[in-house]
């Protein structure tokens, strides 16, 4: 093909990913016009329709989908081997997307990452908060943080934290005027703050272990949140019980606002990890970024 269709080429692809030529347009800095032509001039020499267009949305045809599945990837290895050239650079440069909970960028990334933005300030970084399973690849991200016993087998997975417990946590006012529980079973004899899964829409049911025997615990209360924080303050305004990661908690735990119990049936887990495809070639500033994440025991630098 012609090389001057590449740019054609391009924009089809970024206009397949966004699902919204409004989308793709303002990422690739052109007007939805000039969008709309490149896309129907590239259908035109192909004598094929790549693309759906409704009021609402836009979806690729067959032919579409395979030409996307055929060089969707090609341009992103483009734009990797272009960053990778950085290296031929004095400093590093770029600019690095992580997707992330907020508890996590505030307690690791952001303590971790300043001195490495004081050290090379030609690196730029992007964060997504986001507490749904993000899909790294398709929404084209550098890497992503999540607890270690999620992340898919195919990705690396590199440790930014210690094993971690859950901790199940109620206000001292709380435990004033209700039994602490013994069991986990009988946390269903309690008002507990419960949350509805990002990804599955479902509540969260709270696991626990000791020894051998294993609990499933489906709790209920008057709370129900998606994020974290509101269930601490709940928590911590008396309202019921929570379960949470054990470093989202523990300072309030330490200062005496809330009352850690049934630690024994929370076992460990592996904690925090930075995680990205295996396939992808570092750039040095995505190195650089994973080298100050990375957890080295109890010194992390």
Excluded at 48 to 63: E, F, K, N, P
Excluded at 161 to 186: I, R
Excluded at 223 to 228: C, Q
Aim: charged letters at 25%; one cysteine or more; glycine letters at 6%.
């Amino acid at each position: 093909m012609a090389r001057r269709n590449l740019n054609d080429l391009l924009a089809f692809v970024t206009v397949a990913r966004e699902g919204s030529f409004t989308k793709a347009a303002g990422a690739l800095g052109v007007t939805q016009s000039a969008l709309s032509q490149a896309i129907r001039g590239l259908e035109e020499r192909l004598e094929i329709r790549l693309l759906t267009r409704t009021t609402r949305s836009v979806a690729t045809t067959s032919a579409g989908e395979r030409l996307m599945n055929a060089i969707g990837h090609r341009f992103d290895e483009i734009e990797a081997e272009l960053d990778a050239l950085t290296e031929l650079r004095d400093k590093p440069a770029g600019t690095v997307r992580i997707t992330c909970g907020d508890h996590v960028l505030h307690s690791v990334l952001l303590p971790r990452l300043t001195p490495l933005l004081r050290e090379y300030p030609d690196i730029k970084l992007e964060f997504d908060v986001n507490y749904g399973f993000r899909d790294i690849v398709a929404d084209r991200f550098d890497a992503g943080v999540r607890m270690g016993d999620t992340i898919d087998k195919d990705m690396i997975a590199v440790p930014i934290g210690p094993p971690l417990q859950m901790a199940v946590v109620a206000s001292p006012d709380y435990f004033t005027a209700h039994s602490v529980p013994k069991t986990p079973a009988d946390l269903t004899g309690h008002q507990c703050i419960n949350q509805r899964m990002p990804t599955s829409g479902g509540l969260y049911v709270w696991d626990f272990a000791k020894r051998d025997r294993k609990l499933n615990v489906r709790v209920d209360g008057p709370l129900i949140f998606n994020t974290t924080p509101p269930q601490i303050d709940a928590a911590l305004a008396g309202l019921g019980i929570s379960l949470l990661p054990e470093d989202e908690v523990m300072t309030h735990v330490a200062a005496g606002r809330l009352v850690r119990v049934l630690q024994d049936w929370c076992p460990r887990f592996a904690g925090y990890h930075l995680y990205y495809p295996s396939k992808r070639q570092p750039s040095p500033a995505f190195s650089l970024v994973v080298s100050a994440l990375r957890f080295r025991g109890s010194r992390a630098q």
